[in-house]
Each structure stands twice: as structure tokens, then as C-alpha cells.
């Protein structure tokens, strides 16, 4: 048992040398067209019901590799900058990615909670941004499914959603496990995520009709990977961010 506790502390260090923090394009250079995008899709959820506010968003998408993880903490650096405190809940126990973007540790986390190994206040972790704190996923259980659709899950969003303005959930693509869908009645919403010239067309409809299913209220789209110029550079790298909501 230690042993394998150990070969996994060695893999959390492992994942940490490949940070992210430099995709934080709203942190450093929040001028760039990239950021505006991302302060457009911030304003535009407050919009969407200005007398019920959405507060508990779960963001996924119909397949890896579209840009949701990073969406997610690109936005809850705009939500933070505009005076709101934010917590992100990485909820992608098979393919962790928050702790990245911010240099943190992923030893303990949400499933350490869920499992009741640990508090809830010693799983947040600040990011060193203001206002924004992340619950990394922690150890990588062998059920994420059946953690995520637990009572103490919905115990975990409410008392993040006490704790902060906007709380933000990482899921899992849609289509590949069911634990997005899981998610997606313990939320105010759903934003699904989709890759300019990547995402298939049927892909999206089948994402929609898996959270069509469990009644899950999809407040909308944001289109990611999309070509700034014909020249490539800089804002290809970093993408640039549409968004799409239902009105």
C-alpha cells in the first residue's frame, strides 16, 4: 500500500514540471483578444438570468482535447479579476488538469473529500490569484461515477456555492462517461464546449441528446480552437474564445 502511495506522489510531482500557467492568457496579457472573448462570455452568464444569478456551472464537452479545462480556467480568472469569488471544482477524475494552470499539488483533493479522508476546507487551494481558489480531483479513485452522483457531491457544490460568487465544475467529456451527466442536475447550467474544425457535427448532437436525458439545462456554447488569422502565431496558440448562449 505505501508503495503505491509513493509511485503516486511521484506521478503528482511528475505532472506538476508540466505546467500550464503560461495558457492563463487572461492573467498575462488581459489586452490580448483572446481575454476580451473571455470577459464577453463572463458578462453575457450574468446576463442570462439577472433575477436568479447562475452560480454552480458545469462546463464539458462532447469529446477530449476542445479546450474545456482550460475555458474553465481562463473564465474563473476573468470572474475573479471582476471582483467575484471563485471556486473551481475539478470533477475529471480520469484526466486532472486544474492543478496545472495554477502549479498546485494534486495529492489530495475532491475525492479525498468525497471519500471523507479530508475536510472540505483542507482540499481548497488558493491559487494565488484573488478571489480564486481550486479543488483539485486528488487521489484518482477506481468509482468515479458513483462518488460524483453522491449525496456528499451535492453537500460539496452547496457548500462550495456558500463559500463562493461562482463556482465552476471540469467534467469529463460527455459522451465518454456518464459522469458529466451525473453532474449536470446538481448545477444551475451546463456549457458544452466545442472545437472549431474539430468537433464533429454528430458528436455535438449526440453530446446534447446524452444531457437532454437527464433534464440538464444547457445555458449554451463556447466554440474554442477558432483561427484568429491565416498567419497563425501567437492567438493560435492560445486560441480564440466565441461563445454562443441561448437566449
Same mark, same amino acid.
Given at each position: 500500500?505505501?508503495?503505491?502511495?509513493?509511485?503516486?506522489?511521484?506521478?503528482?510531482?511528475?505532472?506538476?514540471?508540466?505546467?500550464?500557467?503560461?495558457?492563463?492568457?487572461?492573467?498575462?496579457?488581459?489586452?490580448?483578444?483572446?481575454?476580451?472573448?473571455?470577459?464577453?462570455?463572463?458578462?453575457?452568464?450574468?446576463?442570462?438570468?439577472?433575477?436568479?444569478?447562475?452560480?454552480?456551472?458545469?462546463?464539458?464537452?462532447?469529446?477530449?482535447?476542445?479546450?474545456?479545462?482550460? %475555458?474553465?480556467? =481562463?473564465? +474563473?480568472?476573468?470572474?475573479?479579476?471582476?471582483?467575484?469569488?471563485? *471556486? $473551481?471544482?475539478? @470533477? &475529471?477524475?480520469?484526466?486532472?488538469?486544474?492543478?496545472?494552470?495554477?502549479?498546485?499539488?494534486?495529492?489530495?483533493?475532491?475525492?479525498?473529500?468525497?471519500?471523507?479522508?479530508?475536510?472540505?476546507?483542507?482540499?481548497?487551494?488558493?491559487?494565488?490569484?484573488?478571489?480564486?481558489?481550486?479543488?483539485?480531483?486528488?487521489? %484518482?479513485?477506481? =468509482?468515479? +461515477?458513483?462518488?460524483?452522483?453522491?449525496?456528499?457531491?451535492?453537500? *460539496? $457544490?452547496?457548500? @462550495? &456555492?456558500?463559500?463562493?460568487?461562482?463556482?465552476?465544475?471540469?467534467?469529463?467529456?460527455?459522451?465518454?462517461?456518464?459522469?458529466?451527466?451525473?453532474?449536470?442536475?446538481?448545477?444551475?447550467?451546463?456549457?458544452?464546449?466545442?472545437?472549431?474544425?474539430?468537433?464533429?457535427?454528430?458528436?455535438?448532437?449526440?453530446?446534447?441528446?446524452?444531457?437532454?436525458?437527464?433534464?440538464?439545462?444547457?445555458?449554451?456554447?463556447?466554440?474554442?480552437?477558432?483561427?484568429?488569422?491565416?498567419?497563425?502565431?501567437?492567438?493560435?496558440?492560445?486560441?480564440?474564445?466565441?461563445?454562443?448562449?441561448?437566449?
Amino acid at each position: 500500500m505505501f508503495d503505491m502511495f509513493k509511485k503516486n506522489k511521484q506521478k503528482d510531482s511528475r505532472s506538476l514540471l508540466k505546467t500550464r500557467n503560461n495558457e492563463l492568457i487572461v492573467k498575462h496579457n488581459p489586452k490580448s483578444p483572446a481575454s476580451e472573448a473571455y470577459r464577453s462570455i463572463r458578462t453575457n452568464i450574468s446576463f442570462l438570468s439577472p433575477d436568479n444569478p447562475l452560480t454552480k456551472i458545469a462546463i464539458t464537452s462532447s469529446g477530449p482535447s476542445e479546450g474545456k479545462s482550460l %475555458t474553465i480556467a =481562463n473564465l +474563473a480568472v476573468s470572474m475573479a479579476q471582476n471582483g467575484k469569488n471563485v *471556486i $473551481i471544482i475539478d @470533477a &475529471d477524475m480520469r484526466k486532472p488538469m486544474q492543478h496545472k494552470f495554477y502549479d498546485l499539488p494534486n495529492f489530495e483533493g475532491l475525492s479525498n473529500i468525497l471519500t471523507g479522508e479530508i475536510d472540505f476546507e483542507d482540499g481548497l487551494r488558493e491559487t494565488g490569484i484573488d478571489g480564486l481558489q481550486v479543488i483539485t480531483t486528488g487521489t %484518482t479513485p477506481p =468509482n468515479p +461515477a458513483e462518488l460524483l452522483n453522491s449525496k456528499r457531491m451535492e453537500e *460539496i $457544490i452547496k457548500r @462550495a &456555492d456558500k463559500e463562493a460568487d461562482m463556482v465552476f465544475i471540469d467534467t469529463p467529456p460527455v459522451i465518454a462517461v456518464t459522469d458529466a451527466a451525473v453532474l449536470s442536475n446538481k448545477v444551475d447550467g451546463v456549457i458544452l464546449i466545442v472545437a472549431s474544425h474539430q468537433t464533429e457535427e454528430s458528436m455535438i448532437v449526440r453530446a446534447k441528446e446524452q444531457l437532454d436525458k437527464v433534464n440538464a439545462n444547457i445555458i449554451g456554447t463556447i466554440i474554442t480552437k477558432y483561427p484568429v488569422n491565416s498567419r497563425g502565431g501567437y492567438y493560435d496558440y492560445y486560441y480564440y474564445y466565441g461563445n454562443s448562449f441561448k437566449g
